[in-house]
């Protein structure tokens, strides 16, 4: 019997999907894998609600859903790459963070003040937002790579 191998960056980006598929948000769910030069997993995250935040009790509706801004998950919701970063006792410096949407303004803050110097995304689906403009700028000027992945999204065979 033969085993193919997946590469280190299909590895990563699937981890990053099946963190994705912790978040209860029903419109958007968002998995961040933070690796480092020597292959190893420093940390995970998903977009949720802050601990002791009951999800429940929080509206998920989304900007389509017509609502004031406070009646949304926007204002209440933590993104999977800030997730990530609080959730992590090592030492960024020089890591990767593999993450299924390409980072917020706000998260990208984190990435930069955190010392992660590239970021592999899978999906750009508000490339043309404000935040992400902004996001795109504060990167190339803290000289952070960002770069889209196209690798394949291995199949869990068993």
């Known amino acids: 019997m033969t085993f193919d191998n997946i590469s280190w960056e299909e590895y990563f980006m699937s981890i990053a999907i099946l963190s994705s598929l912790r978040s209860k948000d029903p419109h958007t769910k968002v ?10 997993v420093l940390s ?14 929080i509206p998920w509706a989304g900007s389509d859903s017509g609502k004031p801004r406070i009646e949304t998950k926007y204002p209440y919701v933590c993104h999977a790459e ?14 990767t963070v593999y ?18 110097k590239k970021i592999v995304y899978l999906s750009d689906k508000y490339h043309d937002t404000d935040d992400e403009v902004a996001a795109r700028r504060m990167l190339d000027m803290a000289g952070i790579v960002y770069e889209h992945y196209e690798g394949k999204i291995p199949e869990i065979r068993f």
């Open 31 to 40: 998995g961040a894998c933070i690796v480092s030069d020597d292959h190893k």
């Open 44 to 57: 995970l995250g998903y977009n949720g609600m802050p601990h002791g935040v009951d999800d429940h009790c």
């Open 82 to 95: 800030l997730n990530a970063i609080l959730n992590s006792n090592h030492n960024l410096q020089g890591s």
């Open 99 to 116: 993450v299924t949407l390409f980072p917020c303004n706000e998260c990208t803050k984190a990435i930069i003040q955190s010392g992660i």
